[in-house]
């Protein structure tokens, strides 16, 4: 009555908050809202259930198993853990040991039977035929694990919060069997793992835990009811201020968006502009570059004209024999002005474009109009194969001549006799220095060097007379 009692108030919370949250009490995201609250009331409940059976109801100070060893009679009686077991838990029980069994008959000899917790022995002694049931648990058990070589069993049993009893009756002892020689069997308990929230739906001891439960869960309910409704509270503020906030920030995009369309259109017919006056001035630079080209070709051509016309009629300055000589002719002109000639055909010829076209339309033209250049070569020519004439002189130029002849002529006389003079008195201080010498040697040797002297030096003269020349030599 109490858990049915506690099941309908807790469905009449639930549905009082699912429908305060479908009120019109909010006033944005109507959908998005329902959602929200429903969500929240079943994860809610969800939360609390789960809590509060993954915490059965038990005094806070009471202690569970955690590891036993236990022995058995096989008798049938119930043998007892020295504490209960942790319902938030589940154990594993070994169970190993074989009994042996005799039978006394009044009309045969005794025999003896061999069994396990689940197997007996057959006629020959082999463990193979096996009872359902043998080996009993007060708490839910499963086998898991069995092995007859070494006859271990293991079971898993889920805790329920008490004392587990164990009995191994032994249905298959005869009645007149001496029970006081029965064997044990040994059970080792030991709490392996923390039991699933599923396990425990699973389970009988559901109906106990939901049984203390529900009073928390209603409690619960009450103390968070508050919290949820403010929790929604802020939900719909955040949700205003996040609408809010994004239609400010929608705006602002746009208005970002339109800003960049704006700089965009202006950059765009910056660009336009910028390129059309750029085209102008390119178009106004090839109207100039298309302008000087032809103003420079018509001078060309002016030019041109005038060189033509200056040449026409002057055929023999292209005839070598002409050119020839008047270069023979002309020698000594055409050497003096060997610069001017030179820098006039360099001038010519730096009008490369003038060149080009007389080359092309009167080449003629261009040979006649560097017969200067090609004069001057010839006297080039002419002047080192042949000597240059002789010029006669002018009786002025002819008496200027002697009177230089004469004066030049007495001076080298006062030097030879001043030479003789010289040397006459060293060939007298030579001998000096052979004395003492017989005086007819001295006598004959000083005649024989002053004769030699004075002819060497009449010849000197003579030669040097004929080197200068006479005033009617060049």
């Known amino acids: 009555m109490v858990t049915r009692r506690a099941c309908t108030r807790v469905e009449a919370a639930s549905r009082r908050v699912s429908a305060w949250s479908k009120s019109a009490a909010f006033s944005v995201g109507k959908p998005y809202r329902v959602s929200m609250l429903g969500a929240a009331s079943a994860i809610l409940l969800l939360v609390l259930m789960a809590t509060v059976l993954a915490r059965p109801a038990h005094a806070a100070d009471e202690t569970y198993l955690s590891a036993e060893a236990l022995s058995v009679d096989i008798s049938g009686r119930e043998t007892f853990s020295t504490v209960a077991l942790d319902p938030d838990y589940y154990y594993h029980a070994i169970v190993t040991g074989v009994v042996h069994i005799v039978e006394h008959s009044l009309f045969a000899s005794d025999q003896l039977t061999s069994g396990d917790p689940l197997y007996l022995t057959d006629a020959v002694g082999n463990f193979t035929r096996r009872e359902e049931d043998r080996v009993r648990f007060s708490a839910r058990s499963r086998l898991i694990t069995e092995d007859r070589v070494k006859h271990r069993y293991v079971f898993r049993l889920t805790g329920n919060g008490e004392r587990l009893s164990i009995s191994f009756p032994l249905a298959w002892a005869p009645p007149d069997v001496d029970r006081e020689r029965l064997d044990a069997l040994h059970v080792v308990l030991m709490r392996s793992g923390r ?3 599923w396990e425990r739906f699973s389970g009988e001891e559901v109906g106990t835990s939901l049984k203390s439960a529900l009073g928390w869960v209603l409690l619960a309910l009450v103390i968070v009811t508050p919290v949820i409704l403010l929790i929604l509270h802020e939900i719909r503020s955040a949700r205003r201020r996040s609408v809010d906030g994004e239609a400010r920030e929608k705006a602002h995009r746009q208005g970002q968006r339109i800003g960049r369309i704006r700089e965009a259109r202006k950059a765009r017919e910056l660009a336009d502009e910028k390129g059309r006056k750029v085209q102008a001035a390119r178009a106004e630079e090839e109207r100039r570059m298309r302008e000087r080209l032809a103003q420079q070709e018509k001078e060309i051509r002016e030019r041109f004209t005038r060189l033509c016309h200056k040449y026409e009629k002057l055929e023999h300055y292209g005839d070598p024999k002409f050119l020839e000589d008047h270069a023979r002719k002309y020698r000594q002109k055409l050497i003096a002005d060997r610069d001017q000639i030179i820098k006039e055909y360099l001038e010519l010829k730096a009008d490369e474009p003038m060149i080009a076209m007389l080359e ?11 017969w ?3 004069a001057l070569a010839w006297a080039e020519k002419l002047d080192v194969s042949e000597p240059p004439a002789r010029k006669k002189k002018s009786p002025e130029e002819f008496r200027a001549i002697k009177t230089t002849f004469e004066l030049h002529r007495a001076r080298d006389k ?8 010289e040397s006459l008195r060293d ?3 030579m001998l000096d220095q052979f004395e003492p010498m017989d005086p007819e040697d001295r006598e004959r040797l000083e005649r024989e060097l002053k004769e030699q002297i004075l002819s060497e030096r009449e010849e000197q003269n003579e030669n040097q007379g004929k080197i200068l020349g006479s005033p009617n030599g060049r």
């Open 414 to 421: 006062i030097e030879s006799a001043k030479t003789k003079l």
């Open 360 to 370: 092309k339309e009167a080449p003629h033209i261009f040979g006649r109009a560097i």
């Open 427 to 429: 060939m007298k201080e």
């Open 372 to 374: 200067r250049i090609e």
């Open 195 to 197: 039991l699933t929230f």
